[in-house]
């Protein structure tokens, strides 16, 4: 809760004087007036930008950011008035000090004064949290759940009598009337039935994508199949091309060599013969000259 009422930008507390919270619409930031002032004169009366996150707030200008009802509400309660008066009176305490060093004692009775207030504060600020904790839905339960109504009809754990009619943009949750203003204040809501519409719509197309991705994908394996034996086909008529190229050439290639055979067994033939027939013009003459020797013997 400490941490809640202080601002985002300097952690100082906040209160109805000049540190009044002021809510950053666009981001969901809250800081007190002094910053806002600061930041002003920095960049300019009309370029609002976050100090925590650095977004613009669009068409906003300072004299016109919203004061954060809910933290405004919860610093009038009791123990938180009086414990910044307490502060305040000490924050006055403390500068007469510095000017009368003579009034130490009475500082301290009231630094201690106002330790026992602040401990009053924190059980007090405890026992509240408990009771929202509890107010909140069962244990793990996220705050804004909803639980099933009897009828039907969805409701808030916070708020369990309002019925679920908003979701937050910016939170990502859904939202009732209650929590509109007091988690969700600047933020940018949208109609719940709206949000629904938009995300069975959002399932509807999903779904006719997945179909029609599904019917892609089938066509393009039965294309990939067909192309799958179109290519073992081709690769089959090619070895067969490539048999018959071949047998082919090898028919020309024998008959050749059966022509070549030919051709040159007919001219060793040929010439053969020429070597027979000188040869028996040979033994013809060593018959003439045997008969010659005969006579020339006798």
Do not use: W
């Amino acid at each position: 809760m400490e941490g809640f009422l202080n601002c985002d930008c300097c952690h100082n507390d906040f209160n109805h004087f000049d540190r009044v919270a002021k809510l950053l619409p666009m981001c969901g930031h809250t800081v007190c007036l002094k910053c806002v002032l600061q930041q002003k004169e920095v960049s300019g009366p009309d370029n609002v930008e976050c100090t925590q996150c650095g977004m613009k707030q669009a068409q906003v200008s300072y004299e016109k950011l919203p004061v954060n009802e809910k933290i405004m509400k919860i610093l009038k309660q009791p123990q938180f008035v009086f414990a910044q008066k307490s502060t305040d009176t000490l924050n006055q305490r403390q500068s007469a000090d510095q000017l009368n060093p003579l009034a130490n004692a009475q500082n301290d009775s009231s630094v201690q004064i106002l330790d026992n207030n602040q401990s009053e504060s924190r059980q007090l600020n405890t026992n509240q949290s408990s009771q929202e904790a509890a107010r909140s839905g069962p244990a793990g339960t996220p705050a804004g759940a909803q639980t099933q109504g009897a009828n039907g009809k969805v409701f808030c754990y916070k708020h369990q009598d309002k019925e679920i009619e908003y979701f937050c943009k910016f939170c990502h949750t859904i939202v009732c009337p209650k929590c509109m203003f007091a988690d969700h204040n600047g933020h940018e809501l949208a109609q719940l039935e709206d949000v629904t519409n938009i995300i069975k719509q959002n399932i509807y197309d999903l779904n006719k994508l997945m179909l029609n991705t599904k019917r892609i994908n089938d066509d393009n394996r039965q294309f990939i199949e067909h192309i799958k034996q179109e290519i073992q086909r081709l690769n089959e008529q090619q070895a067969r091309n490539i048999d018959k190229g071949f047998n082919e050439l090898i028919q020309k290639l024998q008959e050749r060599r059966d022509e070549l055979k030919q051709t040159f067994s007919e001219k060793y033939v040929t010439e053969e013969n020429k070597v027979v027939s000188k040869n028996q013009i040979l033994d013809q003459n060593s018959d003439e000259i045997a008969s010659i020797e005969v006579i020339y013997g006798q």
